[in-house]
């Protein structure tokens, strides 16, 4: 099984170098679900009119979180980013919000986390701007579900 | 029933008028489980010495971000945050690492997002130094476990 | 005449003391009007279901940009702002959409940058997004109308 | 007529994907002017050894701005300027200060943007830096002058 | 003696909680030497119209660092600054340029790091402006020199 | 002798245009030193499982601080580095940690600011960190030691 690339031989952090990796296509997929009171999912899908701003600044909020996690999560490299997408989906049977993002680069290295943050923060936006009505707003199942390029090549969440 | 605080009549968002709050002692608890292998926990658990830099970072990440919070969530005020604390906990019949965190501040707005945003940049920087023996980890629960001080008062999720 | 304060006697830049000032009300109000195509302004009138994320995405824009003027403008103070509010609407007659923006903290220096900073952020937004059908949109008249708190009390702008 | 690039189908905004856009030599050149009363300009001007810092402060903001651009306009692209160049120079006709800016790099998006941002947070901090002396200041003909490379060529601003 | 403030009892970092701490006037004055060779000495130094940039683009990077000492320090609290000041003297005795900052609050916790940070990234700029004639540089003494205001009172180095 | 590379004919500071260098292989070595009471040394390698969180939080600091370089040194290039190592060692005969960084990228411009911001940082957050227990800890001999790559090739300080 292979070592956590994150540390060196005394298990100190450091930057893996990518500088030997090659420059391919990689892109990556990831998803989040927010879940919440029936009634809370109700008044941000009523009145899309009145309530559209709700979903737009999630979308730049994730947007703009996937440009910042070399400065959020420590070990990541600076990124060229040429594509991030940020969609949210109701899913009333779930009664909850569907979040998913693609993030796609011409680079030495994946952009998983740029994919997982934007999901990420996509989701507290949500949550923050739903919490005067409804606290016990929780955010699952944010995982990886696909990538692309790189050494590792595919790779495709189970289930 | 209230009506979302963010958004003005005609649904545009904004960041709320907190001008006539109260100064008072504010605090928030939130958690997040990250989900893993049996096989990562155990490589993360053993050597405590070797592996040690794991835990740090994303204690540091988490305890960073909270600081960014204002840059990260669009409507979210820029706030004095009085302490910061964030705890990984292994819990080996989850397979998975418990992280929460607690920020206090004496303040007009609560900092609810700020303990969110906490644990989930943890939750990610975990993800990110365990990502290379183990894409499919999972960051689930990430929600808000008390709040106390402003006009709400305090409150505690259920369960 | 009043001298630069954020000069010293040797004409040296630094962050003006403002250790003795009173904490008061401040407020500031500004706007900037972006001048485009008459196809352009119609473009983003149209269809406000389909174009609805250009405003939005402006407004959540330089919402976020007045929360950054500290680290934009060198000689600005870090400030809690208690509340800020971007508008934006169309002028058709000067072929353009007007931006405003409020901005007001109780605190030791005045909101004026951080209001003119969020009409300007909010108007390059929107030239970023239109920018693929009219090259030559101009942001014009971007000033403070209005400001209040502080020792110099409430000035208007003239006209 | 080109449609809103920064708009999927449904309206909602997105990072456009560039990935298949060519490596170019692009640049950028754009241009402000910051209107004054006569007294104010003479007062930036006179013993330009005393007030050397205020044209000094201005170019520095206005070139660290340049580099943020991706931080502020929300869908802008993370890009590696080869060059950023910002000058001041004094319209004693127009009382005011014209503001210029020049942009360059080698990559797959153009630097309107990047040149934009420059000249207005330059503008920007001519005001706070002139503001105790007067508060009228007025930024006008935010501009777009001249662009070279990508997909759509040269581009020059009529008249 | 007192014990590292930064950590836990089980040795992990956290934000110190000063919750319960005076609100007080607080400085820290710190410095640094920025030791060269003397033709790069007498480069800066000549010419003070030509090379007049130099001085100042330092002066003002170690009062933007001031600001953004939360984002670099990791347990650093934000914090209001109410004044900072970063100056430069040539000492032609020692070869190199003095560079020392003053920083002001009225709050919660004390601004050494401010201050310290301020000559810290002043420091390096001279560095950077000067690199591509004297790679050779070197930053030292990099200390505080006096604090005042908190818990800890008045403390100036000694020697 | 080479002139200043920052500035222009006219001695404004500018982004220098490096479009027309070379994409190479470019690396750089920095080092500094904090010195302390022998007793604040004692504390941080005493019980290492207690205290390991001290040298983890510089680490992380020092890595994190190398990727915002350019948004700290006004002129430096926002760049791709591939890898960054921050390393801290006693050396209790000079009663202080020795920091040295080491940086990598494949780019047009070197990388010497990014390695000295590291070592700049990681010095001053373990200054943060034991200052409860040390005021009087000093930064020194904050330097470069050795670059590669770029058009000037290998250099080496002296000594």
């Known amino acids: 099984m292979s070592e956590f690339t994150h540390l060196n031989e005394q298990g100190e952090a450091h930057m893996v170098d990518v500088g030997d ?73 779930n009664s909850g919000i569907r979040i998913t993002s693609f993030c796609k680069l011409s680079g030495k290295t994946g952009v998983e986390m740029e994919a997982l943050t934007a999901v990420s923060v996509a989701a507290l936006t949500l949550y923050d701007m739903c919490k005067a009505v409804d606290k016990g707003m929780v955010i699952s199942d944010v995982k990886l579900v696909e990538k692309s390029g790189g050494r590792s090549g595919h790779w495709q969440a189970e289930g």
């Open 21 to 93: 990796k090659d420059i391919t296509e990689r892109s990556a997929r990831a998803t989040a679900i927010v879940k919440m009171q029936p009634t809370t999912l109700k008044m941000i899908l009523d009145g899309s009119h009145k309530k559209g701003d709700v979903l737009a600044t999630c979308r730049i909020a994730g947007i703009m979180a996937a440009k910042k996690c070399p400065d959020l999560i420590p070990l990541c490299h600076t990124l060229l980013l040429t594509s991030v997408k940020v969609e949210l989906h109701p899913e009333p049977d």
